[in-house]
């Protein structure tokens, strides 16, 4: 049982790679991010504002439970690439002009620190130096309130603030248009009338902080100077983002092996099942040679745990080698100094533990049989199987059946408990195959969705702070813009009995076709007069239904705390936010006709032209480009999900041919002395191959459409638990996944049919016919 066992061990190599690979390379990120975090002093709070005097940075240290305070100027900047035809937006931020930031330190790439006191330096963000290609010594034209600067790159670095860099507003990366730069603080102080004072804050907790009171405190310190209110760590956008990939890194790590696993488990127990009832003969004699129902059961666990041990040694070498490989490719989207990959000895043993004892607890009912088996019972040789018509030839059909042919649909039809689990190991092969590559068709629909029915607009344009709603007829006057509509963005705080979640409340116009809301069928819905609208996800996290009341803390202009109604919910897979009808947000802003930015429908001829003028607006903070942003998202999300559905269809391949193969191996095994007195009697090797492999072909046949049933199931099961702020996959399957699977089974079977073909063509019928008793 050679090759059997080596097919097992396939699978369980395979389930154990799975889970080194996720797991090992979780670990890896979060060790390097909590390093970086440490090293550079990452801190734990951060503020911004309009503008405060320095002297209000010795009362914030006051409050109990800071430890370090860092204030800063920051500001939105756009950036002119002469041969780059996109806009470019960035955020310009102070650092120390002589010596280190005390909080979120740079780490240097290349090059230096800004000079103090030089005005025409700057340091950029190694993303966004790597996206065009600069080096120290370059030189950058940025936007500074207002007025173009060439600057002189003298650095490139990296922070731990600025590890996932996201234009605002966005879902993803785009290192093209947006980057993180750091000038001098008098330099930039100078150019934006703030010597004395910052418009950014941030600080870190002593060991005893009260984290809750410390934020509070702070807020109500910085309300007078116009303050968005304080937010922790946890609320960054970059650690945010993080800490959602990783926990959908957990997820995978949970899933994907345990289904992996538990396809080899049910595939060895019927394996040991199969070769106890082969053995019994040999199993009595050694018990009547007085071998105890102990040695006999230790007998086939040390064969079980043989089988195990070799998947497990095969999984942690292959999925410690996936794990680095993987960690590697993150590090392109995750902005870390350096990497540090550990395969941590507890995964290890983790790994070998949950597989040896999956697979004990899988076998024990046939490890019991084969200790408890009387030892007069197994000697007697097993009595012939009852025989009766099958269906077929009840119904007449008989003599449109060939003798071979009835052979098999007997020998289906007297063992419909082995056959039935024959089918339904070759289902799994097929349910798997589904698993493996399901994900890719719910990312096709994501953007579908997003970027077809929703977010229609060709361009989205942001201000850097709240203007008239007279702006819209500045931009619809640009040649190419054939239509646009207004939004605004106002930050809050979101609080439902004790839940509460901050994020951004959306003013948009109802009835609009650019930017659409859609129900449960994804069919459009208008946006109500009053209330508000939040997305599915985010409806859930708060725990809230329609008619709920819900505190909207708002974070900007006078901060009003308003209760308003939650007047429905919307189905949403990208992000999660709140909407409001315009007039009415604006309404309880008491804020008139503001509006945040414009959405744009254009003519694409002209989009160079567009462009060029919105890099000549100094109000304008960001652009938002709906083709670059679906570009974006196949590769970030896309690609890292797409490159671990890869991996893990590999690994299902395995698993499918190991499942289809074993299948057939064992019956050539518990039928080799049938086919072999056939032949004896004058079959043919043609006809005793069609009596194996039409069984096979038939449980095959079978198994694809229960397939079919049983990896709809898996796959809805990693869809239901694949929800993070970041998004939520859908259970889409294509036809083209269903095609996919059913094609690598019935090549697996070709492949296995092929392989049992051969080694029936060199039955050695002497030795298999010599009688046993």
């Known amino acids: 049982m050679k090759g059997q066992a080596l097919a097992i061990a396939l699978i369980i190599a395979s389930g154990v790679a799975t889970f080194i690979m996720s797991v090992s390379t979780m670990q890896s990120l979060k060790l390097t991010q909590e390093t970086f975090y440490e090293d ?40 002119d690439i002469p041969d780059f035809p996109d806009p470019v937006t960035g955020n310009i931020i102070s650092i120390p002009d002589i010596g280190e930031s005390l909080l979120n330190k740079l780490f240097l790439r290349e090059g230096r620190l800004t000079e103090a ?24 034209g940025v936007i500074i309130n207002g007025r173009r600067r060439d600057l002189t790159i003298v650095g490139i670095a990296l922070s731990p603030e600025h590890i996932y860099q996201m234009p605002p507003g966005a879902f993803f990366p785009d290192f093209e248009r947006y980057g993180v730069m750091w000038m001098g603080r008098t330099a930039l102080a100078t150019a934006y009338d703030m010597k004395g004072a910052f418009n950014d804050v941030t600080l870190t907790f002593s060991s005893n902080a009260d984290v ?16 968005l209110g304080a937010y922790s760590r946890k609320d960054q956008l970059s650690h945010r983002y993080l800490s959602e990939e990783f926990k959908q890194l957990e997820q995978m ?7 992996f696993l538990g396809v080899a488990v049910f595939l060895l127990n019927v394996v040991i099942s199969r070769v106890i009832h082969m053995q019994r003969e040999e199993i009595a004699v050694l018990k009547a040679f007085g071998y105890s129902n102990f040695d006999i059961g230790m007998h086939f666990v040390k064969l079980v745990l043989m089988i195990v041990s070799t998947g497990v040694i095969a999984g942690i070498t292959g999925g410690g080698r996936l794990g680095e490989w993987m960690s590697n490719i993150y590090m392109e989207f995750y902005r870390f100094p350096f990497l540090k990959y550990e395969l941590q000895p507890e995964i290890i043993i983790i790994a070998a533990l949950v597989s040896a004892a999956a697979a004990i607890l899988g076998t024990l009912h046939s490890l019991r049989k084969a200790a408890l088996l009387p030892p007069a019972q197994a000697m007697r040789p097993e009595p012939p199987a009852t025989y009766r018509e099958t269906l077929p030839e009840q119904l007449g059909l008989k003599r449109l059946l060939s003798q071979p042919t009835r052979m098999i649909i007997r020998h289906i039809g007297r063992r419909p408990v082995k056959s039935l689990l024959s089918v339904t190991g070759i289902a799994f092969a097929c349910a798997i195959m589904m698993v493996g590559s399901f994900q890719g068709d719910a990312l096709d629909f994501m953007v579908y969705v997003q970027f077809g029915l929703s977010q229609r607009e060709d361009i989205a344009v942001t201000f850097v702070e709240p203007t008239s709603g007279r702006a819209l007829y500045e931009l619809q006057s640009l040649e190419g813009v054939e239509y646009g509509e207004v939004f605004r963005t106002v930050p809050a705080r979101l609080r439902f009995r004790h839940r509460s979640y901050r994020t951004a409340i959306q003013g948009l116009k109802s009835g609009g076709d650019l930017q659409r809301l859609l129900d449960a069928d994804l069919k459009p819905i208008d946006l109500p007069r009053s209330g508000i609208v939040l997305t599915d996800h985010l409806g859930e996290m708060l725990g809230v239904r329609e008619g709920d009341r819900l505190t909207v803390e708002v974070l900007e202009g006078r901060r009003p705390v308003l209760t308003v109604p939650v007047a429905g919910l919307v189905s949403q897979y990208l992000g999660v936010s709140a909407y409001m009808n315009l007039s009415a947000l604006n309404r309880l802003m008491h804020e008139g006709n503001a509006v945040s930015g414009v959405y744009l429908a254009t003519d694409s001829r002209y989009l160079p032209g567009i462009f060029k003028k919105l890099k000549e607006m100094p109000r304008v903070a960001g652009t938002g480009i709906r083709e670059k942003a679906i570009a974006k998202f196949y590769e970030t999300m896309g690609e890292t999900i797409l490159i671990f559905t890869l991996i893990n269809t590999l690994l299902a391949g395995i698993i499918a041919f190991g499942v289809v193969y074993n299948s057939a191996r064992i019956a050539l095994s518990e039928r080799s002395r049938e086919l072999a007195s056939l032949r004896v009697l004058g079959f043919t090797r043609g006809e005793i191959s069609y009596i194996l492999l039409g069984e096979l072909s038939i449980f095959t046949l079978a198994a694809v459409p229960l397939g079919f049933l049983i990896g709809r199931g898996m796959c809805a099961y990693i869809a239901a638990n694949l929800k993070t702020d970041l998004y939520r996959v859908p259970l889409i399957l294509e036809a083209d996944t269903y095609a996919f699977a059913a094609a690598v089974v019935l090549v697996c079977a070709c492949i296995s049919g092929l392989i049992v073909r051969r080694k029936l063509d060199h039955l050695d019928l002497i030795a298999v016919l010599k009688a046993k008793e």
Request: charged residues 30%.
């Open 212 to 227: 809750n009171d410390v934020i509070e405190r702070l807020d109500e310190l910085l309300k007078p100077y116009g303050g």
């Open 253 to 259: 790590a949970a899933m994907f092996p345990v289904i």
């Open 117 to 140: 006191f030089r005005d025409d330096e700057v340091v950029i963000g190694e993303a966004f130096a790597g996206a065009h290609g600069f080096k120290p010594g370059d030189k950058l």
């Open 40 to 79: 550079y002093r990452f801190a734990d709070v951060f503020a911004s504002l309009k503008r405060a005097p320095e002297s209000l940075q010795t009362r914030i240290r006051e409050i109990p439970g800071v430890d370090r305070v860092e204030t800063r100027v920051s500001a939105a900047v756009n950036i």
